[in-house]
């Protein structure tokens, strides 16, 4: 279980995440609404060990133990894996070289290559391509993919359906709730607000570093205009 209590981010002075709190139980699909600016990566940044932001106040504990201080890659070690906003994947390497970068192609435990390229036939189609040689929705697939070789308990994806056309967002979400049958944790970042109904247990909403709404999944499909009208969907 993930808990983000009352944590306080800044880039320099300007004070971005202000008392922002939320939970993620295990094997929960958990959305974080927000319009452009209002916070999101940079708190899923914060809770990762990224700078910056500078963390300056808040807690961070992860199944009971503190990840406050912590580097990226030892809070990827205890199992949490992020899909950065933008996929941030290196243009020159394969699809199999992002694969195999941080788990030998060899390895034949949790999320193999071969697991990978099974939720994503696509991906192993593809799998002597090069970053810059992919579309959006193969970029997106291949920076989950990356993500699932770390055998991630719980997975942060910040917009993973950005810039992508109907049918792939599609695609996003059934990968999101393949992975939840999995018992995977999804804490996922997103703008479309369909997207989130149709993923998440609960939803919270994002307004100037702090949370203004919190509900279920159930809740916020039967009175969809609550949600409206915190992110000017109309
Ligand atoms: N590296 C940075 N240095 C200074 N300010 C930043 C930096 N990154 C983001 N900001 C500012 O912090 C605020 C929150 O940005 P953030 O990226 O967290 O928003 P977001 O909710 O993820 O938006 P989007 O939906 O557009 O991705 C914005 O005002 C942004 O301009
Ligand atoms: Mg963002």
Do not use: C
Request: neutral net charge; charged residues 20%.
């Amino acid at each position: 279980m993930l808990e983000v209590e009352d944590i306080h981010a800044y880039y320099g002075e300007a004070h971005v995440v202000q008392g922002a709190s939320l939970q993620v139980a295990a094997g929960e699909v958990v959305a974080l609404l927000g319009r452009n600016g209002m916070g999101k990566t940079t708190l899923i940044r914060a809770l990762m060990g990224m700078a910056p932001p500078q963390l300056r106040s808040g807690k961070v504990r992860w199944n009971g133990t503190s990840l406050v201080g912590l580097r990226p890659n030892e809070i990827a070690a205890r199992r949490i894996a992020l899909v950065p906003q933008g996929r941030r994947l290196f243009a020159s390497l394969t699809v199999v070289e992002h694969l195999t970068l941080l788990k030998p192609a060899s390895a034949n435990t949790g999320w193999t290559m071969q697991r990978v390229f099974g939720l994503f036939p696509r991906l192993a189609e593809r799998r002597g391509h090069r970053g810059n040689q992919l579309s959006g929705g193969e970029r997106q697939m291949l920076a989950i993919g990356r993500a699932l070789m770390l055998d991630p308990e719980l997975i942060l994806m910040d917009e993973p359906s950005e810039g992508l056309a109907p049918a792939m967002v599609q695609r996003v979400e059934d990968v999101v709730l393949e992975l939840k049958a999995t018992g995977l944790a999804i804490l996922m970042v997103e703008q479309n607000l369909y997207s989130a109904l149709t993923t998440a247990d609960r939803i919270y909403v994002m307004e100037a570093g702090r949370m203004v709404a919190e509900t279920t999944g159930a809740a916020a499909n039967a009175n969809p205009e609550l949600l409206h009208r915190h992110l000017g969907v109309t």
